[in-house]
């Protein structure tokens, strides 16, 4: 990976780093945050799902293991934010290797693999739901505290900024990843498993890492969504409704590309808001408009919008070289 | 190079491989031929472990590599070619082929050089930028072996890669095939093509409905009555000796 090949992620990530500054109200300021919680939560699902073919629709179990070790770490182990969140991200990454190390041994794939991951996310769910260290169905508040070391900002802006350099960090993350022997080869496998394995692909391993760093990215996007809302119910942090909006901005901004996710969420996310500003109170009416634009997306542009921006000529700089195009409709 | 002693393979009752042996020399280019359906690409998977014998052992450089896993067969020196073209189609021509490189090296700009020099040299220099799904059925044909050639194997398996091509498309790839074996590396092949097998092969295996029925030089293999009747039928090759000396007494 050469200096050159981070210029766009940098570039979006300081354009994103300045928008918090530029007069937005605190709706706005909101929406931006949840925009950049759901492009990592995207981002991890794109590792799997867009580069490595594997569609998960339980990425909830990382986002929520993610969301309740930073709660439950800071509640009641007493230790500080920053620890927590990192120790989330490391749990999550494990419960990803767990579960890809029972369902890729045994050789699941395709719907198989998608609904295992549904299962293993419901099972925490509904264990999280009664279990007392989670708070159980009244789920788990963190005390309010302002302090950089709480990680709690009394000027939302700079959590806005934090947000925006953890999604950074994610798309320095998978440029690595399109860069280096391990994305060539988590392509391959999605591509041909047995040409791949020819050419000395171990295959498990390569998968292995793909669901640990895919995980791993999810629950950085529970860890601030716990330490944003300060609080968190088995609903919220295991709810399908995360694996739901995580595939649903990737696939919509486009598969195993850099930029897909990001695009996604703030499309999707956009164009939700702005429905319920125009259709007003009839609940569940965003929702709608996600179905209609997936089904959109899937028809007629399988590349996803950062595939259509390519086909309609703005070439994403390096987009040759990454051999990426469009990903897998 | 490689020892394939006694392998078997049955598919419920059907036994596809029955006890064969079959010996690839340092340096040389062996073939393995016989009528369709004779079990030659199941053999040839269980030389390059995508299927587990039932009985008997491999051998490669002389390792017992009977248990190992492709992955590792291939670390150790062993590229196969698929029957069926299995080519990474959403990759570029440059990519497909630097996905072999980078088993020898982790750093990209090492692997794309190298699978520009592999691809040219295979012909394929024109197409480098392309997506494999557009290449055309000789094309991907070579990029099969070029896959291969790329993880810089020392013993290579060819599983027909001359099928599907035209006369002239077969003329340009034996000369490559030679210059590879030139270069050092052992190569095993299934072929179909009777021209392509004499011209290129040292030592020929005949395989029929399972089990190795012949080998020798291609020009002693072809003289066998056995392999001209699994080829032809029962009593073939004695009704070609009375016609030949039907035909010297006229």
Redesign the interface.
Known sequence: MTPRDLAAPAAVTLALCVTPFVGLDGAMLNLLIFMMIIALAAQGWNILGGFGGLASFGHAAFFGTGAYATAILQTKAGLGAWPSLLLGVALGAAVGAFIGFLSFRSGLRGSYFALITLAFAEVLRIASNSAEITGGAAGILVRLDYGFWNMQFEDRRWFAVLAVICVGLSLALVRWMERARFGARLIAVRENEEAARALGVDVFRVKMGAITLSAGVTALAGCLYAQNFLFLDAQVAYGSWISIEALFAAIVGGLGTLFGPLIGAVVLLGVGEITKAVVGGVPGVDLVVFGVLLILTVAFAPGGLAGLAERLGFKRPGAKRIGLKGGRA | MLLAEGLTKRFSGLTAVDNATLRAEQGAITGLIGPNGAGKTTLFAMA?G?LKADAGRVSFAGEDVTAT???MR??AGM????QIV???????VR?NI???A??RT?S?AE?MARADAVGRRLGLGPDL?R?AAGLTVAGRKRLELA??L??EPRLLLLDEVLAGLNPSEIRDILPVIRAIRDEGVTILMIEHIMQAVMNLCETVYVLNQGRMIAEGPPAQVCEDPMVIEAYLGKGAAARMRADAGGAAHV
Do not use: I, K, M, Y
Request: hydrophobic residues 45%; charged residues 20%; without cysteine.
């Open positions: 390059s995508f896993p492709p992955h291939a670390e590229a196969r070619t698929f299995q080519p990474f189609a959403g990759l570029s990519e630097a996905v072999g980078f088993l982790p990209r692997a930028d997506a896959r291969a790329a993880t």
